[in-house]
């Protein structure tokens, strides 16, 4: 007994030593839920003050079992007592999630109970998504997160559709549960379903995807070019929106009081809109149907050289004679090769394995189509490979978020009511002051499909109120879309291109475009407002000189001075705000050109593209037109999510109507990364 008299009390001890202890007891190991200090806590009063008055134990915690580099670069830098808060929710979110996994509760507790609403727990694992370096995901793969959501949306993403004519709702709970169910999805799990049941979750889905009439594809419809709308202009927009007895109002536009959230986010309430289910919806069902490689078809030629050689047998064998060069030029048909580079590029390219013939590969680059979210990086333990011992957030991936997050900050009314949604962005013209776009992002070459289902199918569906029993992939097709862009930047205010219609790519109808190495001249014709043609020149976007988000001085310099004002802040503001980025005097707008390489043309169609982007969030709009004048035009918006490897939205003829609905429906396509 006498060896332990001469120990200092553990009450005794300097108070780093005791943070030290107190680390250790609550993060025995770098997975799983912090060890609750509650015990250590009520074991000594000094105990408790030490602890509890400590700036460097919380932060600790939350740094070593969660990602934290969003938050400080997105907003402010929070305190102490913000990792407190923070630590706090994802931890009771995490245990919250793990007992309903085992389980097996996806319902909302009882009104008497203190557990946290099914909703409350979505909100809060998509900000985990948000803002994951790597080791949120871990945490959440830990206690089963993925199973659970994914039993959510298997049992209750219909539910209160016997109120809806058995169409799903759009409301905050689908909506991040297909969000998060997406972020946590993996080759593995998909290859992992049966047959069946990817069968089931895609039926699910399905009414997301391919009805646009009913359910929103962007935050603000693309009739317009220019957003925020005034305030003032409410009810003149809302005579132009035609009331379909089927279906409700068209054009959609998201209401701010329906949609806005004022959750708590590192102790600050944060005023943020409802991701767009339909987004979400688009990748899990594409995800599921590019595990299915086109059928490679042996009686197609080989390669273009042969489907040359039987095409000019077949011509002499018709007409007698060889056919002219131009006469081969305007013909197309894929081959097999064709679609082995197709089947190659599916699922961001991890679909099939690689085909072994190098020189193909360097031809045809890599990824494309629905790029699952990358896994992060860990250490195991040598003799235990399941146990986790580090994870690598030094590439803090979630800055491939910050666009998407950006637009949930910003995009909350597009009538421009700044202070009833609670958001305190300016209006700009400047996509890089918002942080909804990054110049660079849409140049190169992108691949993916087109889904569609038949134009009498869609009318009956626009025509019927209920959804319909058979409403099934039967009805569903898709087709290869390849198309490679350039980016064209104006820096001057005064050399911006007036709106148009979005049938015709955001531009005035007849507008003309003479592309060059290093740029591209736009000409606007005379019309009803001016009586002289216009030319404006848009340089070619280079890496590098341009000012973007990562590189904007100004931009950078209001950030410094926002993490400043964000620590100093006081904790009992009751609707205090996250500081956001002022007006920037950057690129003031975004002119897209493209077009399909020769030899996807020769196989799927040559077709031209010119487009803008959207500053307030982001939304590409891209007009495809086809070389023939007698085929029709459409048009392609929609966002970048994920680090703008993915561009998903949907596809709309372009030639109808902006106020009433059109043969519509959706698309998801990924950027290729080529080989030098």
Known sequence: MALFLGLPPLCSLPPEILDNIAFHLSCPHLVGIPVSLTPLLQSCRSIYSKLSSSTALHPRIFKYKFSFSAISRRSFSPRSSDYLFQLQLYTRVLQDVRIRAQNGNVGDPEPESEDMSIEDLMWALWMMCLEDDGCNRIQMDSVGAYRWVEQYVRQRLHLGSENTNGWPIDNAVNACALHVLWYLTTKDRLLAESVESRDDLAHLLLPLVSAPFRYASAFSPPNHFHLPLEPSKHDDVQDNVNSIPTHGPYPIYLSAVNRTWRHYLYSRRVPLTVPLITEAAKLLYSARRELFRMPVVHEFPRDRAEWVERFKASFRAEHGRDPYFWEIQRESGPTQDDFLEMNEGLLGGEAVPCLPEPQNRKTWGKGGGTALTPLPTVVTDDTDDTRILEIDES????????????????????????????????????????????????????????????????????????RPLEFAEANVGSVPVYMRLREHVSDDPKNVVEAGEMGCGWFPEGTDYTVADDGVEVTVPESADSREQKRYWYRTHQPGPDVDVESCGICDREDDADHEIGSEEEEDDDDLLLPTRPQSHGTQDVVLTGSTDERHGKAWYHYTFHGRVRSWDGCVGLLRVPRDPTKGRLLFYGHLVGGGKTFVGNWRVASHDPNIPAYEGAFIMGKKEEFQ
């Not at 590439?395 to 597009?414: I, M, Q, T």
């Not at 962005?425 to 569609?452: A, D, I």
């Open 395 to 466: 590439g803090a991936s979630s800055r491939n978020w910050d666009k998407d997050w950006a637009r949930l900050r910003s995009c909350l009314d597009c009538f421009g009511d700044e202070e009833s949604s609670g958001s305190s962005l300016p209006h700009s013209n400047c996509t890089q002051s918002r942080g909804v776009y990054t110049l660079g992002e849409m140049s190169g070459l992108w691949f993916g499909k087109l889904y569609f289902t038949s134009e009498n199918h869609f009318e009956a569906l626009l025509n019927t109120a209920d």
